[in-house]
Structure formats: C-alpha cells, structure tokens
C-alpha cells in the first residue's frame, strides 16, 4: 500500500492582511509625531514664561 508524501503546512501571506499592517504602522508613527510636536511646543512655551 502506498501513502501519500507528507504535507508540511502552508502559510498564506495575505497581501491586504500586509496592507493594512503598513497603514496602522504609519498611523500610530503620524499620531505620536503629532503628540510629540504638541507636547514639546507646549513645553517651551511654559520654560519660557519663566525666564
């Protein structure tokens, strides 16, 4: 009797699964450069009041 080969499992990569990654990727890096940008711009603005 002879049986078939062995099947190792297969990985789909789904490219919109990839796409969207990218997206939130992007999104979360936008979102902290703009916190980052309103917090050092409030920042300096309250040293500077006390100069």
């Given at each position: ?25 992007t ?23 006390y100069?």
């Amino acid at each position: 009797m002879d049986l078939p080969a062995p099947v190792s499992p297969v990985i789909t990569v789904n490219p919109f699964s990839r796409s969207i990654e990218r997206c939130w990727t992007t999104a979360k890096f936008l979102m902290f450069r703009c916190v980052n940008t309103q917090w050092q711009t409030r920042n300096s603005a309250s040293v500077s009041d006390y100069l």
